[in-house]
């Protein structure tokens, strides 16, 4: 069924950044590399901190690990700009997919989860030493921020196989 374009996907389509997508064959290609690279250090990063909190590797300080979370946050920002890029090229491929729709709920889960945890039990797990167990409530957190982020990592893939059941 097509619906015509609404306003809003009309003005994104109207960008300079959306014209400049189209126009570029070579850009998709690279922002998706970019795009691969920021989520596998974001979870290469967080993923790493929030196993250790779940009790992995206790002989490292989660202080240490912790020290490499700023990488995994400066590849979540690489990942919002390439994701604008391709939203802009292609905005009905994403506005009408449930796979993006639920990438943005565990992106959301994974943002409030981070408050939570920052406001809540860091202060207990930072200041931790080798071989100590964190707090459940810590824990807890950890495996809420490995499963957003995995299920955004899938979702992100299932993009491609659940296309919107119509295209303008």
Same mark, same amino acid.
């Given at each position: 069924?097509?619906?015509?374009? +609404? @306003? ?30 920021? +989520?596998?250090? +974001? ?21 240490? &690990? ?11 920002? &690489? ?11 292609? @905005? ?23 408050? +939570? ?52």
């Amino acid at each position: 069924m097509d619906i015509g374009i +609404l @306003p809003w996907e009309a003005w994104v389509r109207s960008t300079a950044l959306s014209h400049f997508v189209l126009q570029h064959k070579w850009l998709w290609p690279t922002m998706e590399t970019l795009h691969y690279f920021g +989520l596998s250090l +974001l979870l290469g990063t967080v993923g790493l901190f929030d196993l250790r909190v779940l009790g992995m590797a206790k002989a490292i300080p989660p202080s240490t &690990l912790h020290r490499l979370v700023p990488l995994g946050v400066g590849a979540w920002l &690489l990942n919002l700009a390439t994701g604008i890029v391709f939203f802009s090229g292609f @905005p009905d491929q994403y506005a009408y997919n449930h796979a993006f729709h639920f990438k943005l709920v565990f992106m959301a889960v994974a943002a409030v989860n981070v408050a +939570l945890f920052y406001s809540g039990p860091f202060a207990q797990v930072r200041a931790m030493g080798a071989g100590e167990d964190a707090p459940s409530r810590a824990k807890v957190m950890a495996g809420v921020s490995l499963t957003a982020w995995i299920s955004v990592l899938v979702c992100g893939r299932l993009l491609t196989f659940f296309r919107p059941p119509f295209f303008h």
